[in-house]
């Protein structure tokens, strides 16, 4: 009995799974085990030998069935430490940041320049990219026979055979906004307009679809001087600029008068655009005081309101501030050019926190 004690003890001890444990369980304990062939053996003994071998025998299944279970239990730790050790995690790295794509530039402009105005109080208004012509032009002071109907080279929509209403358009400019704005709204008012533009053209600076952003500020007594100032205060955060310098141009739109268009001081050397500084002008807008006859399109009383409006072409304003060459690629979706002109995606612009950083 000690020898199989001793046996079944060390091939315990030795044993290096869970498989192996139940091998050694059957060959010791199972029906034919060889401590159930001892068992049977207590039959053929005489009572006073089965005294004596009876309990020893019964001592020795203990021995062994607690001995199992102690080593299923230490392998069982065993692979906890195992899998602990392998799973082991340092939470004190700091992040690998992953790029999950870009933000185009022309979205990453659009919300520098909303971060801007909307701390200079402006709201974010829209209107549809398919637009009546009266809101893209009769409202805006531009008549069927103006030549300004011409110079935008309006994308029509089609009517159906035997109508004949005017046909909608895809809008040329934001500017029929000012006019959405003022119905819903009526004045004071002070609203951005960012949004999708179409002219039929196509060169190295035009894409049959671009980008512009209108402004359009009314009050009591809202002036020229304050349009002035509303764009310096732009540029400056725009451009991220100490010092900007403005040129205001006698110019003409139907719906502004006066009107004016406006330049920036700049330098070009060595294909390097400054802002700020240097000999040359670049044009960045156009503008002007809203037309009595818009306001009153729009259900704004002239007499009691007054303010100014501009529009600014996004694309043209990021090509500059980014130095991007051919504005035809913004909108040709190269994975490449994503990557090289695009932007961290949860990096939103604010004017305190940095626009572009
Ligand atoms: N709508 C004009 C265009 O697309 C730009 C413009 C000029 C907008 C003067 C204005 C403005 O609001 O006052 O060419």
């Known amino acids: 009995m000690d020898d199989l004690r001793q046996k079944y003890l060390n091939a315990i001890a030795d044993a290096a799974d869970e498989g192996k444990l139940e091998e050694i369980r059957l060959a010791a304990m199972g029906k034919q085990g060889e401590v159930a062939l001892k068992m049977r053996e207590l039959g053929k003994m005489t009572p006073e030998e089965r005294q004596v071998a009876g309990p020893a025998l019964n001592a020795l299944k ?37 790029r999950m794509g870009t933000l185009h530039p022309v979205s990453q402009v659009t919300e520098e320049v909303t971060a801007i105005f909307a701390d200079m109080g402006f709201a974010v ?75 039929m053209d196509m060169d190295q600076t035009h894409t049959p679809m671009f980008h512009q952003v209108e402004a359009l500020a009314l009050d009591r007594d809202i002036s020229m001087a304050n349009l002035k100032w509303v764009l310096e205060e732009f540029c400056r955060a725009y451009f991220e600029v100490d010092q900007v310098e403005l040129r205001f141009r006698a110019s003409h739109f139907p719906f502004t008068e006066p009107s004016a268009e406006v330049d920036i001081r700049c330098s070009w050397t060595g294909g390097q655009l400054k802002i700020g500084e240097g000999d040359d002008w670049m ?75």
């Open 62 to 98: 203990d021995e062994i069935t607690s001995a199992l279970a102690a080593k299923k239990s230490a392998l069982a730790d065993a692979a906890l430490d195992e899998r602990l050790r392998a799973e082991w995690l340092d939470v004190t790295l700091p992040g690998r940041p992953r």
């Open 125 to 199: 208004a829209e209107g549809p990219q398919i637009e009546s012509d009266w809101y893209n032009f009769d409202a805006l002071n531009i008549p069927p026979e103006h030549p300004a109907r011409q110079e935008h080279d309006t994308f029509f929509m089609a009517r159906e055979a035997g109508d004949n209403r005017p046909p909608h358009v895809l809008r040329t400019h934001t500017s029929p906004v000012q006019i959405r704005a003022m119905q819903l709204h009526g004045a004071p008012i002070r609203v951005i307009a960012p949004g999708r533009v179409y002219r």
């Open 283 to 357: 044009e960045i807008l156009g503008s002007g005081m809203v037309h009595p006859k818009v306001l009153q399109a729009a259900g704004v009383d002239p007499n009691e309101w007054q303010g100014f409006a501009f529009g600014m072409g996004i694309d043209r304003i990021a090509m500059l501030k980014y130095g991007i060459p051919d504005l035809r690629a913004f909108f040709e979706s190269d994975l490449r050019w994503l990557r090289h002109y695009g932007f961290a995606a949860l990096d939103m612009p604010t004017v305190h926190g940095g626009l572009s950083r």
